[in-house]
């Protein structure tokens, strides 16, 4: 018996080679059988297929068209919205400046008006203290007495002073008018008293510089005077306060009244 003089390896590589041929030759064996068995009068699946119409629709070209419309008009309308955004983000920023700016104008008016009050608060405050001050100051002046008008104990004073009394009641007479009387009625003497007339024997004789009677003195007393027809200055001022309720005043009276 001969030796096998082929290696493994190349006994392998021949192998696949039979592998591949075999199958080639049974592949192309079972095709010859199957066109042999089909009948004469059939058609073979080789025929080509007829070709079928294709339908076209109008629907589908409006879609293709506002499709390509919409596309077209896509970035327009974009542009649109981003300028309407764009407007109203100017107007709300203008809102909210001019709502900053109205509440800082606010704020300031305030402050003003904080200012001004405190500003008068204080002026009102400083002028009280002014005041007080002032006051205080005229509590602490010194205040000098008026010095009293002096006048001569005689007939001179005695009239002088009547007068100034008269003048302070608005009663009417002269230096003259006073004068004359009193010459008339006492010749200057304050004591001088008539007690014989009718006045002396109804009891109440004429007194004094200007010979009164007790009921006309005590009708016509000048208040700020004595109490008495003796006394010189209110003998004078009630004799002139009674002619000038009678007469007019005691320069119309030229005899006894």
Do not use: C
């Amino acid at each position: 018996m001969l030796k096998n003089t082929f290696n493994r390896g190349h006994n392998r590589a021949l192998t696949k080679r039979h592998k591949i041929a075999i199958a080639g030759v049974a592949t192309l064996g079972a095709a010859a059988l199957a066109f042999t068995a089909v009948p004469g009068n059939a058609q073979t699946t080789t025929a080509e297929a007829p070709t079928g119409r294709v339908a076209y629709s109008s629907e589908q070209i409006k879609d293709v068209k506002a499709s390509v419309t919409d596309q077209l008009a896509s970035p327009s309308v974009k542009a649109e919205e981003m300028s309407a955004k764009h407007k109203a983000a100017v107007a709300a920023a203008k809102h909210r400046a001019a709502v900053a700016h109205d509440k800082h104008v606010a704020a300031e008016a305030a402050a003003k008006k904080r200012a001004a009050e405190a500003a008068a608060k204080k002026k009102a405050e400083a002028a009280r203290k002014a005041k007080e001050a002032a006051s205080r100051s005229a509590e602490r002046v010194q205040v000098k007495p008026v010095a009293a008008k002096s006048y001569a104990n005689n007939l001179d004073g005695w009239i002088r002073e009547a007068l100034d009394i008269m003048k302070k009641h608005d009663i009417p007479g002269s230096y003259n008018g006073l004068y004359r009387n009193i010459m008339r009625e006492s010749s200057g003497n304050p004591n001088a008293i008539n007690n014989w007339d009718i006045n002396a024997q109804n009891g109440v004789p004429s007194i004094g510089l200007l010979q009164v009677i007790k009921p006309t003195f005590d009708a016509y007393h000048v208040p700020g005077t004595a109490w008495s027809q003796y006394d010189p200055v209110a003998n004078l001022t009630a004799a002139a306060n009674y002619a000038a309720d009678r007469y007019g005043s005691i320069d119309n009276v030229n005899s006894a009244y």
